[in-house]
């Protein structure tokens, strides 16, 4: 566990994430209408004591906006993650244990989710299904639990012939037991690092759809529809496109280094490579 | 070789018969009718009649699917609602400047990735380590549509020296491609490396250097090309996501490609457009992943005898 905290990419990203963390929870406090409101006398302010982050192009204040989303962000990249993590248990363990016929028809539904460009069909979806953060969830969901499917599945079919299961299979354990008792708490590690990884990949196709306004609906302040505004104000007010930029790469630098720390301290030997 | 070839090329046809089903249904069995929504709700019967007769949408749904695939074999795609113009021609006319500008920019990241990562592999320097882990995470985290405004601001506002928008000559293509290739190559300079870390520790390599071969050879002919296996791999994928990807650069960038036309198919409710856009991104998309796994027989012989 200390050495774990030890490792410093895995302190770096823990404290990355930790700080929007935060944020997003006293983000909670912020009323969205007060956030919203429109002041032009005030626009273009650059960063100062009153307005942290500045004021962008309707004189609101930009820390607020920006605070609120990272809220939406983290909660969009949890749940995506989650739901994913979910799905690809249940595809990847059925595929995988049962192997034979079971396992080649699945994997050939998984091939032709694969052979779809992700973001493009996530796209596809939101632009059809209208944006909000609900079928952005489950656009992103869609094309996010295929990795989670693979792995897990590649990992049950190593598993399943350890010497271990032989025998609890030989002891008369029913294979639903089997696996959730004996295999998947092996998975924890593997899943964890997957995870943080996921939650980065996420996050960037999540901001980056909301850059294209196929996001969260237009009044909810997102990272990405944050930085798409400020892109046409580079000239008066660069600050405006600078900071929810900044937010999108340190949390998704925070994720990565969360999941190469954990790769380092979980799995010494293989891939410790970054 | 040639029969490897053939069977690859064969397990296309049903990849490709289920991009095309997949989007069909995508684009029919959206939640309201799509003539609705396109039209608003000040528009006349007739008005709905008449567009979804120009959109096919009349008759079954089966019928609907079986006239598109039809069509799909005409490379016919219907014709935009708003412009009128034949999609197929739209996209023809806008996919070359996507392909430019997915060549400069994997070339470019390849160009600075491969290098990068051989050499920050290869050092004792600690600060050189240092400088190529830092670069490989940042860069995976850095994406393209930061990195965009980032580069205007600083070649196009500040400085001034570089143009910003449209097609023209290799003055515009900088930016979008750079922004593009910077985070790719990133992604594969920490490929190389780990591939190429792993690959100096083994036995082979202790043989070449006792044999007094040259650290240079022993690099780049003997450890790199076994290192390339994983990279080339990632090559194929992310030349995928690039074609994707070039659908938020080209927007910010407006570069006259298939990703600006998509976007505004998009913003337009113009599906004939958005589809024809999605069919094209998606067969590309499936061709390059069917060009690495062939490329894998050519770099690994090993490959062709499983």
């Known amino acids: 566990m200390i050495k774990t905290f030890k490792n410093p990419f895995f302190s770096v990203g823990l404290l990355l994430v930790s700080i929007f963390a935060i944020i997003s929870f006293f983000s909670l406090s912020i009323d969205l209408n007060s956030a919203n409101e429109i002041n032009l006398s005030n626009k273009f302010q650059a960063p100062n004591l009153v307005n942290l982050f500045g004021t962008d192009e309707t004189g609101a204040d930009l820390f607020k906006k920006v605070a609120i989303g990272a809220r939406i962000s983290l909660v969009i990249s949890f749940s995506v993650v989650f739901f994913s993590l979910i799905i690809g248990l249940i595809y990847g363990s059925v595929a995988g244990y049962k192997g034979g016929r079971t396992d080649q028809f699945m994997m050939r539904i998984l091939d032709l989710f694969y052979a779809f460009p992700g973001f493009l069909l996530a796209l596809a979806l939101v632009s059809v299904l209208g944006p909000s953060v609900k079928n952005l969830i489950f656009a992103l969901t869609l094309t996010g639990w295929t990795g989670f499917a693979r792995l897990i599945r590649g990992e049950i079919l190593y598993l399943k012939e350890k010497d271990y299961i032989q025998a609890a299979t030989a002891l008369g354990n029913s294979s639903t037991r089997i696996v959730c008792r004996y295999i998947w708490p092996n998975l924890f590690g593997v899943l964890l690092v997957q995870c943080t990884f996921s939650l980065a990949g996420t996050l960037i196709v999540e901001s980056g759809l909301s850059f294209l306004g196929l996001g969260a609906p237009a009044h909810i302040p997102t990272w990405g529809s944050l930085l798409n505004t400020g892109r046409f104000y580079l000239v008066e007010a660069y600050h405006i496109a600078l900071f929810p930029g900044l937010c999108i790469v340190f949390l998704v630098l925070g994720f990565n280094l969360l999941g190469d720390g954990l790769k380092q301290v979980l799995d010494p030997k293989k891939n410790s490579v970054v | 070789m040639l029969r490897l070839f053939i069977s690859r090329l064969l397990a296309l046809i049903p990849l490709l018969f289920a991009i095309s089903t997949v989007t069909f249904f995508l684009i029919h069995l959206i939640p309201g009718d799509p ?272």
């Open chain 2, 35 to 306: 003539v609705d929504l396109m039209l608003g709700d000040y528009a006349t019967d007739q008005d709905r009649a008449e567009l979804r007769e120009a959109l096919g949408f009349t008759g079954s749904l089966f019928s609907q699917y079986l006239s598109f695939l039809v069509n799909l074999v005409k490379l016919d795609f219907g014709k935009s609602i708003f412009s009128g113009v034949a999609v197929s021609s739209l996209l023809f006319e806008r996919l070359p400047a996507t392909i430019e500008l997915s060549l400069a920019s994997i070339i470019l990241a390849v160009g600075w990735g491969i290098p990068a990562g051989v050499l920050t592999a290869s050092t004792k320097s600690k600060t050189v380590d240092f400088f190529g882990t830092s670069v490989g995470v940042l860069g995976m985290s850095l994406p393209g549509y930061f990195l965009g405004p980032i580069l205007i601001w600083i070649f196009a506002v500040l400085f001034g020296i570089l143009p910003v928008g449209e097609r023209g000559g290799v003055s515009h293509l900088i930016l979008p491609s750079l922004s593009l290739a910077l985070p790719l190559g990133a992604i594969l300079m920490r490929m190389t490396r780990a591939a190429m870390k792993e690959e100096l520790t083994e036995d082979y390599i202790k043989v070449a250097y006792s044999k007094g071969i040259t650290k240079r050879k022993v690099y780049f002919k003997h450890a790199l090309k076994n290192a390339l296996m994983p990279v080339v791999t990632l090559i194929g994928l992310q030349i995928g996501m690039l074609l994707t990807g070039t659908v938020i650069t080209e927007t910010i960038f407006n570069w006259p490609g298939l990703g600006t036309l998509l976007f505004d198919g998009i913003q337009q409710r113009d599906y004939p457009i958005v589809q024809g856009c999605i069919l094209v991104i998606a067969t590309i998309y499936v061709l390059v992943n069917f060009v690495t796994d062939l490329s894998y027989s050519f770099i690994d012989p090993r490959v062709k005898t499983k």
